[in-house]
């Protein structure tokens, strides 16, 4: 099912040049001293169908696309290739689901920081389109 959803996103963007990509609520958690990885979460709508195929930020040595979801009582992290962004459908990264994860990060991330994180999207098998996001370091008072 996977797979023919995707292979349907795929036909229709071959004609959609422009995504119309609207980023909402982009945030992260203001790490701990010492710590070097975090997630970054975030609301993407995309007006037709797209992919989010990549991402990267001065703030980090490597971002990955990550989804989390629970295997036997545990939670597993893994790696993901692509987040298939169906068109005028909110695609939610939040924690315990899809995520971004910000590797070797530069510096401490402190409350009220905004950290640019760009989005790589590919609309159609042969068009990119680099999305720029702020994203906002808010304090939970979770550390
Ligand atoms: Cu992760």
Redesign the pocket.
Known sequence: MKYLVILVGMLCTQIALAADVKVEHAWMRATAPGQEVA?AFMDITSAADARLVGVSTPAAGTA?L?T?SMNGGVME?REMKEIALPGHKTVKLSPGGL?I?LFDLKQAMKPGDVIPVTLDIATSPRHHEKVEVKVEVRDLGGH
């Open positions: 997630g990955q990550h989390m992290m995520h994860m």
